[in-house]
Protein backbone atom coordinates (compact mmCIF):
# COMPACT_ATOMS: atom_id res chain seq x y z
CA UNK A 1 0.00 0.00 0.00
CA UNK A 2 2.84 2.53 1.09
CA UNK A 3 3.97 2.09 -2.87
CA UNK A 4 0.92 2.97 -4.19
CA UNK A 5 0.97 6.73 -6.48
CA UNK A 6 -0.68 8.73 -4.46
CA UNK A 7 0.39 12.52 -6.59
CA UNK A 8 -0.34 12.97 -9.87
CA UNK A 9 1.03 16.24 -11.94
CA UNK A 10 -0.11 17.27 -15.71
CA UNK A 11 1.60 19.33 -17.39
CA UNK A 12 -0.39 21.31 -19.94
CA UNK A 13 -4.46 22.50 -20.19
CA UNK A 14 -6.04 22.28 -23.58
CA UNK A 15 -7.84 19.27 -24.33
CA UNK A 16 -5.45 16.61 -23.37
CA UNK A 17 -4.89 18.34 -19.74
CA UNK A 18 -8.60 18.52 -18.90
CA UNK A 19 -9.59 15.02 -20.48
CA UNK A 20 -7.05 13.56 -17.94
CA UNK A 21 -7.85 15.60 -15.00
CA UNK A 22 -11.48 14.78 -15.65
CA UNK A 23 -11.35 11.39 -15.74
CA UNK A 24 -8.25 10.79 -12.86
CA UNK A 25 -10.87 12.88 -10.76
CA UNK A 26 -13.89 10.46 -11.78
CA UNK A 27 -12.06 7.31 -11.54
CA UNK A 28 -9.62 7.57 -8.54
CA UNK A 29 -11.35 8.09 -5.13
CA UNK A 30 -11.06 11.66 -3.45
CA UNK A 31 -8.87 10.00 -0.53
CA UNK A 32 -6.35 8.83 -3.23
CA UNK A 33 -4.04 12.06 -3.12
CA UNK A 34 -3.35 15.14 -5.13
CA UNK A 35 -4.01 15.66 -8.58
CA UNK A 36 -2.99 18.83 -9.91
CA UNK A 37 -2.75 20.45 -13.39
CA UNK A 38 0.20 23.46 -14.52
CA UNK A 39 -0.99 25.76 -17.09
CA UNK A 40 -0.03 29.44 -17.77
CA UNK A 41 -2.48 31.24 -19.34
CA UNK A 42 0.50 33.34 -21.41
CA UNK A 43 1.05 29.79 -23.78
CA UNK A 44 -1.60 29.05 -26.17
CA UNK A 45 -3.88 26.10 -26.63
CA UNK A 46 -3.82 24.89 -30.22
CA UNK A 47 -7.33 24.04 -30.73
CA UNK A 48 -8.87 25.55 -33.13
CA UNK A 49 -12.41 24.17 -33.40
CA UNK A 50 -12.81 20.22 -32.86
CA UNK A 51 -14.18 17.41 -34.82
CA UNK A 52 -14.79 14.16 -33.25
CA UNK A 53 -15.95 10.29 -33.78
CA UNK A 54 -18.47 8.74 -31.91
CA UNK A 55 -16.47 6.75 -28.86
CA UNK A 56 -16.62 10.61 -27.80
CA UNK A 57 -19.64 9.94 -26.49
CA UNK A 58 -18.45 7.01 -24.45
CA UNK A 59 -16.29 9.00 -22.47
CA UNK A 60 -18.68 12.18 -22.18
CA UNK A 61 -20.78 9.13 -20.60
CA UNK A 62 -18.88 8.27 -18.64
CA UNK A 63 -18.27 11.30 -17.04
CA UNK A 64 -22.15 11.63 -16.66
CA UNK A 65 -22.25 14.48 -18.89
CA UNK A 66 -25.95 15.48 -20.03
CA UNK A 67 -25.53 15.96 -23.50
CA UNK A 68 -27.94 18.91 -24.38
CA UNK A 69 -25.90 20.96 -21.41
CA UNK A 70 -22.86 20.05 -23.09
CA UNK A 71 -23.81 21.00 -26.21
CA UNK A 72 -24.85 24.39 -25.10
CA UNK A 73 -21.59 24.71 -22.88
CA UNK A 74 -19.31 24.49 -26.13
CA UNK A 75 -21.48 25.51 -29.19
CA UNK A 76 -21.38 22.02 -30.07
CA UNK A 77 -23.06 20.63 -32.95
CA UNK A 78 -23.71 16.74 -34.18
CA UNK A 79 -21.28 15.27 -36.52
CA UNK A 80 -22.55 12.35 -38.45
CA UNK A 81 -19.17 11.68 -40.92
CA UNK A 82 -17.20 13.50 -43.11
CA UNK A 83 -18.11 14.83 -47.31
CA UNK A 84 -14.93 14.22 -49.04
CA UNK A 85 -14.66 16.57 -52.46
CA UNK A 86 -11.74 16.42 -54.70
CA UNK A 87 -9.64 13.60 -53.10
CA UNK A 88 -9.64 11.25 -55.80
CA UNK A 89 -10.06 13.85 -59.01
CA UNK A 90 -11.24 17.49 -58.95
CA UNK A 91 -14.92 17.34 -58.76
CA UNK A 92 -15.51 14.16 -57.15
CA UNK A 93 -16.73 14.16 -53.79
CA UNK A 94 -17.93 11.16 -51.61
CA UNK A 95 -19.26 10.72 -47.85
CA UNK A 96 -17.68 8.40 -45.41
CA UNK A 97 -20.30 8.21 -42.83
CA UNK A 98 -20.92 6.74 -38.90
CA UNK A 99 -22.04 3.96 -38.69
CA UNK A 100 -22.39 0.94 -41.09
CA UNK A 101 -24.50 0.57 -44.37
CA UNK A 102 -27.79 -1.43 -44.34
CA UNK A 103 -30.29 -2.12 -41.50
CA UNK A 104 -29.16 -3.80 -39.33
CA UNK A 105 -25.63 -4.67 -38.41
CA UNK A 106 -25.30 -8.46 -39.03
CA UNK A 107 -25.73 -7.19 -42.85
CA UNK A 108 -21.76 -6.47 -43.06
CA UNK A 109 -21.81 -8.66 -46.91
CA UNK A 110 -24.53 -5.41 -47.75
CA UNK A 111 -21.71 -4.03 -50.04
CA UNK A 112 -21.36 -7.37 -51.88
CA UNK A 113 -24.59 -7.76 -53.20
CA UNK A 114 -23.99 -3.95 -54.48
CA UNK A 115 -20.96 -4.99 -56.44
CA UNK A 116 -22.91 -7.86 -57.78
CA UNK A 117 -25.63 -5.40 -59.19
CA UNK A 118 -22.56 -3.08 -60.32
CA UNK A 119 -21.01 -5.70 -62.37
CA UNK A 120 -24.31 -6.01 -63.85
CA UNK A 121 -24.30 -2.68 -65.17
CA UNK A 122 -26.56 -0.82 -62.37
CA UNK A 123 -25.53 2.45 -61.52
CA UNK A 124 -27.01 3.43 -58.13
CA UNK A 125 -24.67 5.08 -55.49
CA UNK A 126 -23.51 2.68 -52.63
CA UNK A 127 -24.05 6.01 -50.29
CA UNK A 128 -27.97 5.48 -50.99
CA UNK A 129 -27.53 2.59 -48.15
CA UNK A 130 -26.43 4.63 -45.20
CA UNK A 131 -29.06 5.94 -43.19
CA UNK A 132 -26.23 8.93 -42.06
CA UNK A 133 -24.93 9.62 -45.60
CA UNK A 134 -28.93 10.04 -46.59
CA UNK A 135 -29.58 12.25 -43.74
CA UNK A 136 -26.29 14.27 -44.11
CA UNK A 137 -27.25 14.97 -47.56
CA UNK A 138 -30.45 16.37 -46.19
CA UNK A 139 -29.30 18.36 -43.37
CA UNK A 140 -31.13 15.91 -40.54
CA UNK A 141 -29.96 14.05 -38.02
CA UNK A 142 -31.97 11.81 -35.85
CA UNK A 143 -29.42 11.08 -32.54
CA UNK A 144 -32.12 8.50 -31.04
CA UNK A 145 -33.76 6.35 -34.21
CA UNK A 146 -35.85 4.04 -33.91
CA UNK A 147 -34.26 0.67 -32.49
CA UNK A 148 -34.27 -1.04 -35.91
CA UNK A 149 -31.58 1.10 -37.29
CA UNK A 150 -30.17 2.30 -34.17
CA UNK A 151 -27.37 -0.58 -34.62
CA UNK A 152 -26.27 1.24 -37.85
CA UNK A 153 -26.52 4.39 -36.80
CA UNK A 154 -24.04 6.45 -35.49
CA UNK A 155 -22.89 10.31 -34.69
CA UNK A 156 -20.13 12.45 -32.90
CA UNK A 157 -19.90 15.94 -32.01
CA UNK A 158 -18.43 19.47 -33.54
CA UNK A 159 -17.34 22.06 -30.76
CA UNK A 160 -15.39 24.56 -29.58
CA UNK A 161 -12.13 23.08 -28.32
CA UNK A 162 -11.28 25.72 -25.68
CA UNK A 163 -14.78 26.31 -24.64
CA UNK A 164 -14.59 21.88 -23.93
CA UNK A 165 -11.11 21.96 -21.89
CA UNK A 166 -12.95 25.18 -19.62
CA UNK A 167 -16.09 22.94 -19.30
CA UNK A 168 -14.09 19.84 -18.59
CA UNK A 169 -11.84 22.22 -15.83
CA UNK A 170 -15.06 23.30 -14.07
CA UNK A 171 -16.09 19.56 -14.18
CA UNK A 172 -12.53 18.54 -13.00
CA UNK A 173 -12.40 21.49 -10.23
CA UNK A 174 -15.72 20.66 -8.65
CA UNK A 175 -13.95 17.03 -7.99
CA UNK A 176 -10.93 18.84 -6.16
CA UNK A 177 -7.97 18.65 -9.05
CA UNK A 178 -6.13 21.98 -8.51
CA UNK A 179 -5.16 24.24 -11.34
CA UNK A 180 -1.44 25.95 -11.17
CA UNK A 181 -0.87 28.98 -12.93
CA UNK A 182 3.02 28.82 -14.13
CA UNK A 183 5.65 28.12 -16.42
CA UNK A 184 7.72 24.82 -16.28
CA UNK A 185 11.45 26.28 -16.61
CA UNK A 186 13.39 22.96 -15.02
CA UNK A 187 12.85 19.14 -14.67
CA UNK A 188 14.60 17.44 -12.00
CA UNK A 189 15.62 13.82 -12.50
CA UNK A 190 16.38 11.08 -10.07
CA UNK A 191 20.57 10.13 -10.58
CA UNK A 192 19.17 6.35 -9.53
CA UNK A 193 16.65 5.80 -12.93
CA UNK A 194 16.30 8.59 -14.25
CA UNK A 195 12.72 8.99 -13.33
CA UNK A 196 10.90 12.50 -12.66
CA UNK A 197 11.62 14.00 -9.76
CA UNK A 198 9.90 17.30 -9.59
CA UNK A 199 9.19 20.28 -11.85
CA UNK A 200 10.57 23.52 -11.29
CA UNK A 201 8.44 26.76 -11.69
CA UNK A 202 9.41 29.86 -13.10
CA UNK A 203 8.73 31.58 -9.35
CA UNK A 204 10.54 28.95 -7.94
CA UNK A 205 7.61 26.53 -6.49
CA UNK A 206 8.91 23.12 -7.05
CA UNK A 207 6.03 20.50 -7.85
CA UNK A 208 6.85 16.91 -6.86
CA UNK A 209 4.89 13.77 -7.87
CA UNK A 210 4.40 10.44 -8.31
CA UNK A 211 3.31 10.56 -11.83
CA UNK A 212 3.56 13.16 -14.31
CA UNK A 213 1.19 13.45 -17.70
CA UNK A 214 3.18 15.32 -20.23
CA UNK A 215 0.42 17.25 -22.23
CA UNK A 216 2.87 20.10 -23.20
CA UNK A 217 1.60 19.77 -26.79
CA UNK A 218 4.20 20.27 -29.78
CA UNK A 219 7.26 20.88 -27.30
CA UNK A 220 6.94 17.57 -25.37
CA UNK A 221 8.56 19.55 -22.40
CA UNK A 222 9.03 16.34 -20.37
CA UNK A 223 8.44 13.57 -23.08
CA UNK A 224 11.25 14.93 -25.30
CA UNK A 225 12.51 17.65 -23.56
CA UNK A 226 14.11 16.07 -20.73
CA UNK A 227 13.57 12.07 -20.70
CA UNK A 228 14.57 12.00 -24.87
CA UNK A 229 12.30 10.00 -26.12
CA UNK A 230 13.04 10.30 -29.76
CA UNK A 231 10.52 10.69 -32.51
CA UNK A 232 9.44 8.47 -35.57
CA UNK A 233 8.67 10.54 -38.50
CA UNK A 234 6.15 9.30 -41.04
CA UNK A 235 6.28 12.48 -43.41
CA UNK A 236 7.35 9.48 -46.41
CA UNK A 237 3.84 8.75 -46.26
CA UNK A 238 2.21 11.99 -44.57
CA UNK A 239 4.18 15.06 -46.19
CA UNK A 240 1.53 18.00 -45.30
CA UNK A 241 3.80 19.84 -42.41
CA UNK A 242 1.96 23.30 -42.03
CA UNK A 243 -1.50 24.14 -41.27
CA UNK A 244 -3.11 27.72 -41.16
CA UNK A 245 -6.73 27.92 -39.42
CA UNK A 246 -9.34 30.58 -39.04
CA UNK A 247 -12.36 31.07 -37.85
CA UNK A 248 -15.37 32.67 -39.83
CA UNK A 249 -19.48 33.47 -39.30
CA UNK A 250 -21.92 31.13 -40.35
CA UNK A 251 -23.59 30.80 -43.28
CA UNK A 252 -25.93 28.64 -45.04
CA UNK A 253 -27.36 25.45 -43.57
CA UNK A 254 -26.00 23.80 -40.33
CA UNK A 255 -24.73 21.36 -42.04
CA UNK A 256 -24.50 17.95 -39.91
CA UNK A 257 -21.00 16.83 -41.10
CA UNK A 258 -17.30 17.99 -41.70
CA UNK A 259 -16.16 18.75 -44.81
CA UNK A 260 -12.86 17.90 -45.90
CA UNK A 261 -11.68 19.30 -49.93
CA UNK A 262 -8.37 18.81 -51.41
CA UNK A 263 -6.52 21.23 -52.52
CA UNK A 264 -3.84 22.00 -54.54
CA UNK A 265 -1.21 21.31 -51.67
CA UNK A 266 -3.05 19.51 -49.30
CA UNK A 267 -6.69 20.11 -48.07
CA UNK A 268 -9.08 22.36 -46.16
CA UNK A 269 -11.52 21.51 -43.27
CA UNK A 270 -14.74 23.03 -42.78
CA UNK A 271 -16.24 22.40 -39.33
CA UNK A 272 -19.98 24.01 -38.36
CA UNK A 273 -20.26 25.55 -35.00
CA UNK A 274 -23.51 26.76 -33.09
CA UNK A 275 -21.60 30.47 -33.34
CA UNK A 276 -19.56 29.89 -35.97
CA UNK A 277 -17.33 27.82 -38.58
CA UNK A 278 -13.88 26.57 -38.45
CA UNK A 279 -11.45 26.60 -41.12
CA UNK A 280 -8.24 25.08 -42.20
CA UNK A 281 -5.37 24.48 -44.89
CA UNK A 282 -3.51 21.38 -44.09
CA UNK A 283 -0.19 21.60 -46.26
CA UNK A 284 2.90 20.95 -47.14
CA UNK A 285 5.70 23.54 -47.55
CA UNK A 286 7.30 21.96 -50.69
CA UNK A 287 4.98 23.13 -52.38
CA UNK A 288 3.29 26.13 -51.47
CA UNK A 289 4.42 29.19 -49.21
CA UNK A 290 2.41 30.15 -46.20
CA UNK A 291 1.68 33.29 -47.48
CA UNK A 292 0.03 32.00 -50.59
CA UNK A 293 -1.81 29.02 -48.55
CA UNK A 294 -3.50 31.77 -46.25
CA UNK A 295 -4.62 33.39 -49.18
CA UNK A 296 -6.26 30.26 -50.46
CA UNK A 297 -8.18 29.46 -46.89
CA UNK A 298 -9.31 33.38 -47.27
CA UNK A 299 -10.66 32.84 -50.11
CA UNK A 300 -12.56 29.86 -50.01
CA UNK A 301 -14.50 30.72 -46.72
CA UNK A 302 -18.45 30.58 -46.33
CA UNK A 303 -18.48 34.08 -44.39
CA UNK A 304 -16.28 36.51 -43.23
CA UNK A 305 -13.23 35.51 -41.22
CA UNK A 306 -13.44 36.68 -37.91
CA UNK A 307 -9.43 36.61 -36.85
CA UNK A 308 -6.15 36.61 -38.07
CA UNK A 309 -5.08 33.54 -39.47
CA UNK A 310 -2.92 31.26 -36.87
CA UNK A 311 -0.25 29.23 -38.55
CA UNK A 312 0.63 25.93 -36.95
CA UNK A 313 3.66 23.36 -37.76
CA UNK A 314 4.66 20.01 -37.03
CA UNK A 315 5.96 16.91 -37.86
CA UNK A 316 3.91 13.71 -38.57
CA UNK A 317 4.97 11.19 -36.39
CA UNK A 318 4.76 9.91 -32.88
CA UNK A 319 7.42 9.34 -29.78
CA UNK A 320 8.89 5.94 -29.94
CA UNK A 321 7.37 5.85 -26.41
CA UNK A 322 4.81 7.29 -25.25
CA UNK A 323 5.24 5.80 -21.94
CA UNK A 324 8.73 6.53 -20.90
CA UNK A 325 9.78 6.05 -16.99
CA UNK A 326 6.71 7.79 -14.72
CA UNK A 327 5.78 10.48 -17.29
CA UNK A 328 2.90 9.69 -20.07
CA UNK A 329 2.46 11.75 -23.16
CA UNK A 330 -0.74 12.50 -24.49
CA UNK A 331 -2.37 14.68 -26.69
CA UNK A 332 0.20 16.73 -28.96
CA UNK A 333 2.67 15.55 -26.61
CA UNK A 334 2.70 12.05 -27.93
CA UNK A 335 2.55 12.59 -31.87
CA UNK A 336 0.42 14.32 -34.47
CA UNK A 337 -1.53 12.45 -36.91
CA UNK A 338 -3.48 14.94 -39.13
CA UNK A 339 -7.09 15.50 -38.44
CA UNK A 340 -8.37 14.32 -41.74
CA UNK A 341 -10.37 11.74 -39.55
CA UNK A 342 -10.63 13.59 -36.71
CA UNK A 343 -8.73 11.49 -34.42
CA UNK A 344 -7.09 13.19 -32.07
CA UNK A 345 -8.99 13.82 -28.98
CA UNK A 346 -10.37 9.88 -29.60
CA UNK A 347 -6.20 8.89 -29.58
CA UNK A 348 -6.01 10.99 -25.92
CA UNK A 349 -9.39 9.16 -24.59
CA UNK A 350 -7.67 5.64 -25.24
CA UNK A 351 -4.40 6.69 -23.57
CA UNK A 352 -6.32 7.18 -20.60
CA UNK A 353 -8.08 4.16 -21.28
CA UNK A 354 -5.30 2.21 -20.98
CA UNK A 355 -3.29 4.32 -18.41
CA UNK A 356 -6.66 3.21 -16.09
CA UNK A 357 -6.67 -0.18 -17.21
CA UNK A 358 -2.78 -0.07 -16.83
CA UNK A 359 -2.55 1.86 -13.50
CA UNK A 360 1.11 1.45 -12.04
CA UNK A 361 2.16 1.76 -8.90
CA UNK A 362 5.22 4.23 -7.94
CA UNK A 363 7.95 1.94 -9.84
CA UNK A 364 5.93 2.11 -13.25
CA UNK A 365 6.92 -1.80 -14.04
CA UNK A 366 8.19 -2.07 -17.20
CA UNK A 367 5.79 -4.40 -18.31
CA UNK A 368 3.34 -2.08 -17.79
CA UNK A 369 4.71 0.46 -19.49
CA UNK A 370 5.52 -1.97 -22.60
CA UNK A 371 1.81 -2.84 -22.70
CA UNK A 372 0.84 0.83 -23.26
CA UNK A 373 3.29 1.22 -25.42
CA UNK A 374 2.62 -1.85 -27.54
CA UNK A 375 -1.23 -0.74 -27.64
CA UNK A 376 -0.74 2.86 -27.76
CA UNK A 377 1.58 2.12 -31.00
CA UNK A 378 -0.75 -0.77 -32.80
CA UNK A 379 -3.25 2.15 -32.63
CA UNK A 380 -1.02 5.27 -34.03
CA UNK A 381 0.15 2.79 -36.97
CA UNK A 382 -3.81 1.42 -37.66
CA UNK A 383 -5.26 5.20 -37.95
CA UNK A 384 -1.87 6.44 -39.77
CA UNK A 385 -2.25 3.38 -42.76
CA UNK A 386 -6.46 4.53 -42.94
CA UNK A 387 -5.43 8.45 -43.41
CA UNK A 388 -2.76 7.50 -45.63
CA UNK A 389 -5.06 5.84 -47.80
CA UNK A 390 -6.85 8.74 -48.54
CA UNK A 391 -3.61 10.68 -49.94
CA UNK A 392 -2.52 7.32 -51.87
CA UNK A 393 -5.59 6.56 -53.51
CA UNK A 394 -5.89 9.33 -56.11
CA UNK A 395 -6.28 9.83 -59.91
CA UNK A 396 -5.13 13.54 -59.29
CA UNK A 397 -2.15 14.67 -61.58
CA UNK A 398 -2.50 18.26 -61.63
CA UNK A 399 -0.18 19.28 -59.14
CA UNK A 400 3.15 18.19 -57.40
CA UNK A 401 1.42 16.75 -54.25
CA UNK A 402 -1.16 14.70 -55.43
CA UNK A 403 1.65 13.05 -58.20
CA UNK A 404 3.90 12.32 -55.08
CA UNK A 405 0.87 10.59 -53.50
CA UNK A 406 -0.29 8.63 -55.74
CA UNK A 407 3.01 7.19 -56.93
CA UNK A 408 4.70 6.61 -53.32
CA UNK A 409 5.52 3.56 -51.48
CA UNK A 410 3.16 2.66 -48.53
CA UNK A 411 3.40 0.57 -45.71
CA UNK A 412 3.51 -3.12 -46.04
CA UNK A 413 0.32 -3.71 -43.49
CA UNK A 414 -1.72 -0.63 -45.86
CA UNK A 415 -0.88 -2.18 -49.21
CA UNK A 416 -1.99 -5.81 -48.20
CA UNK A 417 -5.17 -4.19 -47.48
CA UNK A 418 -5.74 -2.46 -50.64
CA UNK A 419 -4.65 -5.76 -52.52
CA UNK A 420 -7.44 -7.82 -50.58
CA UNK A 421 -10.41 -5.47 -51.44
CA UNK A 422 -9.25 -4.96 -54.66
CA UNK A 423 -9.01 -8.65 -54.95
CA UNK A 424 -12.66 -9.92 -53.85
CA UNK A 425 -13.91 -6.80 -51.74
CA UNK A 426 -13.22 -8.22 -48.33
CA UNK A 427 -11.50 -5.73 -45.52
CA UNK A 428 -8.90 -7.20 -44.05
CA UNK A 429 -8.66 -6.93 -39.79
CA UNK A 430 -5.71 -6.29 -37.78
CA UNK A 431 -6.91 -6.66 -34.09
CA UNK A 432 -8.81 -3.92 -32.36
CA UNK A 433 -9.07 -1.48 -35.81
CA UNK A 434 -10.26 1.68 -35.11
CA UNK A 435 -11.62 2.08 -38.20
CA UNK A 436 -14.07 -1.07 -39.30
CA UNK A 437 -15.09 -2.52 -42.67
CA UNK A 438 -17.92 0.02 -42.95
CA UNK A 439 -15.25 2.78 -42.53
CA UNK A 440 -12.48 1.39 -44.95
CA UNK A 441 -15.06 0.36 -47.77
CA UNK A 442 -16.98 4.18 -47.62
CA UNK A 443 -13.37 5.54 -48.48
CA UNK A 444 -12.18 2.45 -50.72
CA UNK A 445 -14.95 3.13 -52.77
CA UNK A 446 -15.56 6.77 -52.49
CA UNK A 447 -11.41 7.14 -53.75
CA UNK A 448 -12.78 4.59 -56.81
CA UNK A 449 -10.52 1.28 -55.43
CA UNK A 450 -13.35 -0.84 -57.19
CA UNK A 451 -12.82 -4.84 -56.24
CA UNK A 452 -12.02 -6.92 -59.42
CA UNK A 453 -15.21 -9.75 -58.05
CA UNK A 454 -16.84 -9.95 -55.65
CA UNK A 455 -18.12 -12.66 -52.65
CA UNK A 456 -19.13 -16.11 -54.32
CA UNK A 457 -21.40 -16.41 -52.07
CA UNK A 458 -23.88 -13.89 -53.06
CA UNK A 459 -24.62 -15.98 -56.30
CA UNK A 460 -26.59 -18.42 -54.02
CA UNK A 461 -29.43 -16.04 -54.32
CA UNK A 462 -31.39 -14.93 -56.94
CA UNK A 463 -30.49 -11.89 -59.10
CA UNK A 464 -34.18 -10.07 -58.40
CA UNK A 465 -33.92 -10.94 -54.37
CA UNK A 466 -30.72 -9.56 -53.98
CA UNK A 467 -32.07 -6.57 -55.57
CA UNK A 468 -35.16 -6.48 -54.30
CA UNK A 469 -33.44 -6.23 -50.57
CA UNK A 470 -31.68 -3.55 -51.64
CA UNK A 471 -34.21 -1.60 -52.49
CA UNK A 472 -36.19 -1.91 -49.44
CA UNK A 473 -32.84 -1.30 -47.56
CA UNK A 474 -32.69 2.11 -49.33
CA UNK A 475 -36.37 2.72 -49.36
CA UNK A 476 -36.32 1.62 -45.15
CA UNK A 477 -33.55 4.56 -44.74
CA UNK A 478 -34.94 7.28 -46.83
CA UNK A 479 -38.25 6.78 -44.81
CA UNK A 480 -36.07 7.28 -41.17
CA UNK A 481 -34.00 10.24 -43.02
CA UNK A 482 -36.94 12.40 -44.36
CA UNK A 483 -38.89 12.00 -41.02
CA UNK A 484 -35.72 13.12 -38.75
CA UNK A 485 -35.53 16.69 -37.96
CA UNK A 486 -33.45 19.21 -39.26
CA UNK A 487 -30.09 20.02 -37.52
CA UNK A 488 -31.33 23.12 -36.65
CA UNK A 489 -34.28 22.05 -35.27
CA UNK A 490 -32.80 19.07 -33.20
CA UNK A 491 -30.30 21.78 -31.76
CA UNK A 492 -33.10 24.44 -31.12
CA UNK A 493 -35.21 21.96 -29.17
CA UNK A 494 -32.75 19.99 -27.05
CA UNK A 495 -29.52 22.62 -26.64
CA UNK A 496 -30.28 26.17 -27.11
CA UNK A 497 -27.97 28.61 -26.14
CA UNK A 498 -28.44 29.53 -22.42
CA UNK A 499 -26.16 33.10 -22.84
Not at 80 to 109: C, D, M
Request: aromatic share 10%; glycine share 8%.
Amino acid sequence: MHNRVRDIVIVGGGTAGWMAAAVLARRLARGFGAIQVVESADIGIIGVGEATIPPIRLFNNALGIDEDEFLRKTRGTLKLGIEFRNWSKPGREYFHPFGAHGTRLEQVSLHQDWLKLRHMGDTSSFEEYSLNTVAARLGRVAAAPDDSLSPVFAYAYHFDAALYAGYLRGYAEARGVERLEGKVVDVELRAEDGFIRALRLQDGRLLSADLFIDCSGFRGLLIEQALKTGYEDWTQWLPCDRAVAVPCESAGALTPFTRSTAREAGWQWRIPLQHRIGNGYVYCSRFIGDDEAAATLLANLDGKAQAEPRFLRFTTGRRKKFWNKNCIALGLASGFLEPLESTSIHLIQKGLTHLLNLFPNRECAPTLVDEFNRLAIGEYERIRDFIILHYKATAREDAPLWRYCSSMDIPEALAYKIRQFTGSGRVVKYGSDLFASPNWIAVFMGQEIWPERYDTLVDQREVAAVRANLERVRETLHRAAEAAPLHETYLARHCAHDG
